[in-house]
């Protein structure tokens, strides 16, 4: 007796196990998808919100809706990342601010420079088109940077008083945006340099002159 139910139990068991892995027909296998690493956060969402990431001249590179009451939205850089978007890149040069004193210095003056924006808006007639007074009022001094090699850009501006350098790396990458007023100085201190932390935060509109 005892041999014939080991017997029945091992033909029992493979099939156990088989159907424990057996796919579940989704093409990932039923998996939720990996995070993506990169955020963005903002104040509390209001109903019908939408995340944006535009360039300079208002060009749209990626967008998603915002859930209502949300606090921050993982983003997907591989959306907006690739050729169609990189070709968009301008010489570094021609992407510096008015007012310029002196002569800028250029590590790899043949860099082409793309520089992004987040930007949120309410969709407030249902239309599905982002349209003049919908802009919801929160921006970051931080960008989406895509540098087609590695350039350092160091120069200086009267209005504002403030000297810059840029250091963005070869690809894209979160470029973050820091300021300070040296004590006893009247020239400010930004820099805008690639990071490793992929996360931004959306705020109150401030002076470029502030964090």
């Known amino acids: 007796m005892k041999r014939v139910l080991m017997v029945g139990m091992l033909g029992v ?12 027909g989704a093409p990932n296998g039923g998996r939720p998808p990996l995070p993506t690493g990169a955020e963005v956060r903002f104040p509390a969402a ?26 921050s ?15 968009k890149a301008q010489p570094v040069a021609s992407l510096l601010p008015a007012g310029v004193t002196g002569t800028p210095t250029i590590s790899t003056p043949t860099a082409k420079v793309l520089l992004l924006h987040w930007l949120m808006w309410q969709d407030k007639n249902t239309n599905g088109t982002r349209e003049a007074g919908e802009d919801l009022a929160v921006l970051s001094h931080d960008r989406v940077a895509y540098a087609s090699a590695a350039v350092t850009v160091d120069f200086t501006t009267a209005t504002p008083d403030m000297h810059q350098t840029w250091t963005l790396s070869s690809g894209w990458s979160r470029a973050e945006h820091f300021v300070f007023l040296p004590e006893n100085q009247t020239t400010y201190q930004r820099t805008l340099s690639s990071s490793t932390l992929n996360r931004t935060t959306l705020h109150l509109p401030t002076p470029e002159t502030s964090q």
């Open 13 to 24: 068991l493979p099939l156990g196990l088989m159907a424990c892995s057996a796919s579940s």
């Open 46 to 71: 209001p109903g019908n919100a939408y995340l944006n990431l535009l360039t300079d001249a208002g060009e749209s590179v990626y967008q998603i809706s915002v859930p209502s009451g949300s606090t």
């Open 73 to 87: 939205a993982e983003v997907d850089p591989a959306k907006w990342a690739g050729a169609t978007t990189e070709a």
